[in-house]
T-cell receptor, first 115, second 114 residues
Framework: DQQVKQNSPSLSVQEGRISILNCDYT??????FLWYKKYPAEGPTFLIS?????DKNEDGRFTVFLNKSAKHLSLHIVPSQPGDSAVYFC??????????????FGTGTRLTIIP | DAGVTQSPTHLIKTRGQQVTLRCSPI?????VSWYQQVLGQGPQFIFQ???????GRGNFPDRFSARQFPNYSSELNVNALLLGDSALYLC?????????????FGEGSRLTVL
């Protein structure tokens, strides 16, 4: 039962253009969402998060959009840079579970930035 | 500042053996979580410990166990290894205690079961 889905296993984008990574979820109890980036031979590193009380959160080149009615979120990277080439994981959690920090991850999208 | 450290980084075991993986959280972090990442999949939650108490357990068999020590470091034990236990085991730490938040991951321990 895949509660967090990333339907695009890979994405290639020209350097300088916008990268858009998508994520869908099915569990209505999720109310906190995160994006992680993973390079080979490294652990995932946190990029950006959004609470369900917001529909947009921005941090530099990274913006996350949340559409609660569609149970969909997206990560926009603009402009895309070669160093952005990595696997991106969408993750979700229910902050109403006090002390339980379980994250449910999607299967990841491999982003390749073409110079 | 030291990040989350895990040991060993790589190990090879045979079916039926037992393995212990270790994790040291970031200084000041009281919560440690363990995740299993099988090739081509996202990380899957195994356990979370906060202040030495188990706060969450994922859908894994009883062969998987963990504990947290007074210094907040943690061990993950897997008994009676199966081929399907081959994976990257990730440890993550956080300040903890307030629900979901940013987790800081280590580089992982890659376990191969032959």
């Amino acid at each position: 039962d895949q509660q967090v889905k990333q339907n695009s296993p890979s994405l290639s984008v020209q350097e300088g253009r916008i990268s858009i990574l998508n994520c869908d979820y099915t569990n209505s109890m999720f109310d906190y969402f995160l994006w992680y980036k993973k390079y080979p031979a490294e652990g995932p590193t946190f990029l950006i998060s959004i609470s369900s009380i917001k529909d947009k959160n921005e941090d530099g080149r990274f913006t996350v959009f949340l559409n609660k009615s569609a149970k969909h979120l997206s990560l926009h990277i603009v402009p895309s840079q070669p160093g952005d080439s990595a696997v991106y994981f969408c993750a979700a959690s229910g902050i109403s579970n006090f002390g339980n920090e379980k994250l449910t991850f999607g299967t990841g999208t491999r982003l390749t930035i073409i110079p | 500042d030291a990040g989350v450290t895990q040991s060993p980084t790589h190990l090879i075991k045979t079916r039926g053996q037992q393995v212990t993986l270790r994790c040291s959280p970031i200084s000041g972090h009281k919560s440690v979580s363990w995740y299993q990442q099988v090739l081509g999949q996202g990380p899957q939650f195994i356990f979370q410990y906060y202040e030495k108490e188990e706060r969450g357990r994922g859908n894994f068999p009883d062969r998987f166990s963990a504990r947290q020590f007074p210094n907040y470091s943690s061990e993950l034990n897997v008994n009676a290894l199966l081929l399907g236990d081959s994976a990257l085991y990730l440890c993550a730490s956080s300040l903890g205690g307030s629900g979901a938040g940013e987790l800081f991951f280590g580089e992982g321990s890659r376990l191969t079961v032959l």
